[in-house]
Every structure is written in structure tokens, then in C-alpha cells.
């Protein structure tokens, strides 16, 4: 174990080292048996494990969507279906839960992709999200620089450049995902935002520990 991911565990539970656990309490909080579920970039399944077809079989189904064909292999989904243009590939009113995890800040027309989710969600659904405020500073690095920087630190990171997509965060502030999803018809349940383990400064101690201090700044108040 390195120094950082050492540090990690000794100033982190696992509930606070990704806000993955706590997007998927909220996520199991809405499913329930016979509901279908729709994971709107699902991917290959590697970076969110989560165990939702038990909780909806046997009448409910587990489907997830992405322009990466590697979906139809996603083993998290009861089925893959592979998206070739902004329309989903789903009939109106299909879906009991909608929820996307680190989608919205590649989503370049924010009214015609919540529009689509409002179709496809049967009356009184939800749509849950997980993405990262346009002011973290790792968003504006991300603006900051260039595509290919992105890949060589994720690179760095462990992980695959193919999975490094362009960013655009019209949809990453609170004013904004308020206003199109006002807009789209959805009513606002909860907007939550919270700073988690810093996960992307683990390359080295000093960068690591950075990252602890503006965290715990960050958290300590409604502030910020």
C-alpha cells in the first residue's frame, strides 16, 4: 500500500472516500422490486459496482444506455443498449428511476437531454445525478487544459486514456441543473453538494494532503 492510499484509509472511512457509496444509498433508496431502472451511461460496469437487479427482479429490469458498445457486456445490467444519437432508444413513459453517475458535465444541450429523460420517465419517476461542481478545482483544471493532458493523467491515475471524454460542464452549477431541470418539467427534491477524499491527488503526500485541508475547509461550513 503507498503512502497516500495508507493516508487515505487512516483519515477517511470508506462511507467518505467516494461519494459513490453515497450516491448509491440514494440510488437504492428509490428501487424497489418490479420498478425499471434505466443507468444512463452505464459503461462497461467497472468504476460503479452496485448490486440493483436483485432488488428489482424478477418482474423489474436493469438497463443500461452509452455510446460505448462495451455496454452490452456491463454484467451490473439485466441489458446493454447502445445509444447512436441524442434520442434514447426507449418508449415514452419506460422508466420508474432514472440515474446517472459523472454524465452531466459532457452533456452539450442540456434541454434536449433532460427532455429526454422526461419522456422516458413514466409520471412521478426519478432522476438521480452524481457530477462534479463547475468551481472544483478540478473542473477548472480541466478547462484549463488540453484533452490530451486529460488522458496522460488519468493515465497516471490508472486509468484507461479511452475513457477520457471531453468535458463541456453546462449543467455543473446549482443555478444551472435548477434552471433546465425547472425547465424540463422536473420538480426538485434534493440538490445536495459535499467534497469528498481527494482522490485525484494521490499521485504524491504533499499534493494529497492539499487536497485533505481543502476539504475539511469545504466541508466545515454551508459556505462553501
Not at 419517476?125 to 462534479?132: V, Y
Request: aromatic residues 12%; contains cysteine; hydrophobic residues 40%.
Amino acid at each position: 500500500m503507498g503512502r497516500c492510499e495508507a493516508l487515505k484509509q487512516k483519515l477517511y472511512p470508506p462511507e467518505e472516500q467516494d461519494n459513490d457509496l453515497v450516491f448509491l444509498r440514494m440510488i437504492e433508496d428509490c428501487v424497489t422490486a418490479g420498478r425499471f431502472v434505466l443507468d444512463l451511461g452505464a459503461g462497461t460496469g467497472s468504476k460503479f459496482k452496485y448490486d440493483l437487479k436483485t432488488k428489482v427482479e424478477p418482474d423489474g429490469e436493469v438497463i443500461g444506455v452509452d455510446f460505448d458498445p462495451r455496454v452490452t457486456e456491463n454484467p451490473l445490467l439485466h441489458r446493454g443498449v447502445v445509444m447512436d444519437g441524442p434520442r434514447f432508444p426507449f418508449g415514452d413513459n419506460t422508466f420508474d428511476v432514472v440515474f446517472s453517475r459523472y454524465v452531466l458535465e459532457y452533456v452539450g444541450n442540456p434541454s434536449e437531454f433532460l427532455g429526454e429523460i422526461w419522456r422516458v420517465l413514466k409520471p412521478g419517476g426519478s432522476f438521480l445525478f452524481l457530477t462534479p461542481n463547475k468551481w472544483h478545482y478540478v473542473s477548472i483544471a480541466s478547462r484549463c487544459t488540453p484533452h490530451v493532458f486529460h488522458g496522460w493523467y488519468n493515465k497516471l491515475r490508472g486509468r484507461d486514456e479511452t475513457d477520457t471524454f471531453l468535458t463541456v460542464y453546462r449543467l455543473n452549477t446549482r443555478s444551472a441543473i435548477r434552471q433546465h431541470l425547472q425547465a424540463a418539467g422536473f420538480i426538485e427534491i434534493e440538490l445536495s453538494t459535499r467534497e469528498c477524499c481527494p482522490n485525484y491527488l494521490t499521485l504524491a503526500v504533499p499534493l494529497f494532503l492539499v487536497g485533505v485541508a481543502y476539504e475539511r475547509l469545504v466541508n466545515s461550513t454551508d459556505l462553501f
